[in-house]
């Protein structure tokens, strides 16, 4: 259980908070709840990751080539088929407007709504001993105020803030020294980019660069085979461009292996050049083309995205000065209460070691800002659900077969190919699967992986079979709607104690 604070709990303190993500503002939405007043400092764009440079204008594009692919390769009879004219920069522009739009209205309204929250501009670190004492106010706010809790904590203005006074650089070059009496840091990931010879003299995209590219590639050769690698790739591949994809291991490599298998296999079916296990040796750039050297050979191609994982932006905070404990790559290491290793530090997103996604980063700042103002909210992710939105899409949620078995359960799982359900046979689609896995004497369902169109529709029914500790029989014996893809839940379940091919239609 997880109690939120009373309505004015937090009055009185002063929570500084460094980003502007999604972490961030649900974090202080739910901290000025509670009476708190909020700083939040941000060196870049309002909003972070997710709605400029990641889920919104990604999604966008995903669609706009998902449209052109059924134009072109729809399958029915009877329907012309026809390959869409793409204006790329007119796809650009509407995309664009539509992530400004979403920016003015989720976050930019809400500093100008919200009284108690206070955006400072530039770069923050945390102060080190010396800068603290000489700062003469460096137990104040942002507006140079001492604040109520420094007093409360007998923390008289001048003296040491142990880890509490953050030096802000603005753009102009000028420093501003804020106190407060909590601190979180939310302040994100950028694209991790790997030391291969060559690579970094050249005009190479990032994903930011992809999305907002006015031009399609010819030939667009993909360095990566997570999420970012697999989404992008399909998208141009579908708008026209010839797309090579190498990953360095499998696709998805840290999920069920049938996963990453069947998905190499849909996306070289429409065309792509996928390898896999394979590594890039060195990368130099004619004024035209990449050359990219693999093995004894060398490869060619107008554009190269590099989509091979994310880093912290926690370089320039000193977090080793306030005590603050990373791992190897920066990475925050957090609890479930999102503390870190000092107690009024807290952190939240994708900064941190728990799954970049937008929806965790937004769960966890809003229950970090619970326990800052004198909650206790702790953020279970044993049912989070995943989606990569490819197409088919990926989705899973709980654990896999391997993992299980690696926390010691004896698991059992059942694989439901998608041409034994009628919604996939009525659409002419019956790429993929649908597999669950259960604990084998009691039953107890543990977790599903999905590759099916509209997989993330799918994912969260299992994501609540979870929460409710539902068996497979339990799961089996439901109600679902036909004709639905989510129907085949109910079929995957079945088939642990039936043949699903000898019941009739829509058996119960």
Same mark, same amino acid.
């Given at each position: 259980?997880?109690?939120?604070?009373?309505?004015?709990?937090?009055?009185?303190?002063?929570?500084?908070?460094?980003?502007?993500?999604?972490?961030?503002?649900?974090?202080?939405?739910?901290?000025?709840?509670?009476?708190?007043?909020?700083?939040?400092?941000?060196?870049?764009?309002?909003?972070?990751?997710?709605?400029?440079? *990641?889920?919104?204008?990604?999604?966008?594009?995903?669609?706009?080539?998902?449209?052109?692919?059924?134009?072109?390769?729809?399958?029915?009879?009877?329907?012309?088929?026809?390959?869409?004219?793409?204006?790329?920069?007119?796809?650009?522009?509407?995309?664009?407007?539509?992530? #400004? #739009?979403?920016?003015?209205?989720?976050?930019?309204?809400?500093?100008?709504?919200?009284?108690?929250?206070?955006?400072?501009?530039?770069?923050?670190?945390?102060?080190?001993?010396?800068?603290? /004492?000489?700062?003469?106010?460096?137990?104040?706010?942002?507006?140079?105020?001492?604040?109520?809790?420094?007093?409360? @904590?007998?923390?008289?203005?001048?003296? &040491?803030?142990?880890?509490?006074?953050?030096?802000?650089?603005?753009?102009?070059?000028?420093?501003?020294?804020?106190?407060?009496?909590?601190?979180?840091?939310?302040?994100? /990931?950028?694209?991790?980019?790997?030391?291969?010879?060559? %690579? $970094?003299?050249?005009?190479?995209?990032?994903?930011?660069? $992809?999305?907002?590219?006015?031009?399609?590639?010819?030939?667009?050769?993909?360095?990566?085979?997570?999420?970012?690698?697999? @989404?992008?790739?399909?998208?141009?591949?579908? %708008? *026209?461009?010839?797309?090579?994809?190498?990953?360095?291991?499998?696709? %998805?490599?840290?999920?069920?292996?049938?996963?990453?298998?069947?998905?190499?296999?849909?996306?070289?079916?429409?065309?792509?050049?996928?390898?896999?296990?394979? #590594?890039?040796?060195?990368?130099?750039?004619?004024?035209?083309?990449?050359?990219?050297?693999?093995?004894?050979?060398?490869?060619?191609?107008?554009?190269?995205?590099?989509?091979?994982?994310?880093?912290?932006?926690?370089?320039?905070?000193?977090?080793?000065?306030? *005590?603050?404990?990373?791992?190897?790559?920066?990475?925050?290491?957090?609890?479930?209460?999102?503390?870190?290793?000092?107690?009024?530090?807290?952190?939240?997103?994708?900064?941190?070691?728990?799954?970049?996604?937008?929806?965790?980063?937004?769960?966890?700042?809003?229950?970090?800002?619970?326990?800052?103002?004198?909650?206790?909210?702790?953020?279970?992710?044993? $049912?989070?659900?995943?989606?990569?939105?490819?197409?088919?899409?990926?989705?899973?949620?709980?654990?896999?077969?391997?993992?299980?078995?690696?926390?010691?359960?004896?698991?059992?799982?059942?694989?439901?190919?998608?041409?034994?359900?009628?919604?996939?046979?009525?659409?002419?689609?019956?790429?993929?699967?649908?597999?669950?896995?259960?604990?084998?004497?009691?039953?107890?369902?543990?977790?599903?992986?999905?590759?099916? $169109?509209?997989?993330? #529709?799918?994912?969260?029914?299992?994501?609540?079979?979870?929460?409710?500790? &539902?068996?497979?029989?339990?799961?089996?014996?439901?109600?679902?709607?036909?004709?639905?893809?989510?129907?085949?839940?109910?079929?995957?379940?079945?088939?642990?104690?039936?043949?699903?091919?000898?019941?009739?239609?829509?058996? *119960?």
């Amino acid at each position: 259980m997880s109690a939120a604070p009373k309505t004015g709990q937090g009055a009185g303190l002063h929570v500084a908070i460094v980003g502007s993500g999604s972490a961030a503002f649900a974090a202080a939405i739910r901290a000025t709840e509670a009476g708190a007043r909020v700083t939040i400092i941000e060196a870049g764009t309002i909003g972070g990751t997710c709605v400029n440079v *990641g889920c919104v204008p990604s999604k966008i594009f995903i669609r706009a080539a998902h449209v052109a692919h059924l134009a072109a390769t729809h399958p029915f009879n009877g329907l012309e088929r026809h390959t869409l004219r793409v204006e790329r920069a007119r796809l650009v522009a509407q995309q664009q407007a539509r992530v #400004e #739009e979403l920016r003015r209205a989720k976050y930019e309204d809400i500093l100008e709504t919200r009284p108690g929250i206070n955006l400072v501009r530039g770069r923050a670190r945390f102060a080190d001993r010396t800068e603290a /004492r000489a700062a003469g106010h460096d137990c104040m706010d942002a507006g140079g105020r001492a604040t109520p809790g420094a007093v409360a @904590e007998g923390r008289p203005a001048g003296g &040491f803030a142990d880890a509490r006074t953050l030096i802000v650089v603005r753009p102009d070059g000028s420093e501003q020294r804020i106190d407060a009496d909590r601190v979180l840091i939310a302040t994100g /990931r950028r694209p991790a980019i790997p030391a291969v010879s060559g %690579l $970094a003299g050249t005009p190479y995209w990032t994903s930011t660069d $992809a999305l907002a590219a006015e031009a399609l590639p010819e030939h667009l050769i993909v360095y990566g085979g997570s999420v970012v690698a697999v @989404e992008l790739a399909q998208a141009f591949q579908r %708008l *026209g461009s010839k797309v090579t994809l190498i990953a360095r291991t499998s696709l %998805l490599s840290k999920e069920d292996p049938a996963l990453g298998e069947g998905l190499r296999q849909i996306l070289e079916d429409e065309g792509m050049h996928v390898l896999t296990h394979t #590594e890039i040796q060195g990368v130099r750039h004619d004024g035209e083309n990449f050359l990219l050297t693999i093995g004894n050979e060398t490869l060619s191609g107008d554009r190269l995205l590099v989509a091979t994982g994310r880093q912290p932006n926690t370089d320039g905070l000193d977090l080793a000065r306030a *005590g603050v404990k990373t791992d190897a790559s920066g990475t925050i290491v957090v609890d479930a209460h999102l503390r870190t290793s000092v107690a009024h530090i807290y952190a939240a997103g994708d900064c941190t070691d728990q799954p970049q996604f937008v929806y965790v980063a937004a769960a966890a700042g809003t229950r970090a800002a619970t326990n800052m103002t004198g909650g206790d909210a702790a953020l279970d992710l044993a $049912a989070m659900p995943a989606v990569v939105f490819t197409d088919p899409q990926v989705a899973t949620v709980g654990l896999s077969e391997a993992q299980a078995r690696a926390k010691g359960i004896d698991a059992d799982s059942r694989t439901l190919a998608l041409e034994n359900v009628p919604r996939a046979l009525a659409n002419f689609d019956t790429r993929g699967f649908i597999k669950l896995v259960a604990e084998k004497h009691s039953g107890r369902l543990l977790g599903a992986q999905v590759l099916a $169109a509209e997989g993330g #529709e799918i994912i969260q029914t299992v994501a609540l079979a979870l929460r409710a500790h &539902f068996t497979i029989h339990d799961l089996a014996d439901q109600l679902f709607p036909y004709l639905t893809m989510v129907e085949g839940l109910k079929l995957a379940a079945q088939t642990f104690t039936k043949d699903v091919k000898q019941l009739s239609c829509c058996a *119960g």
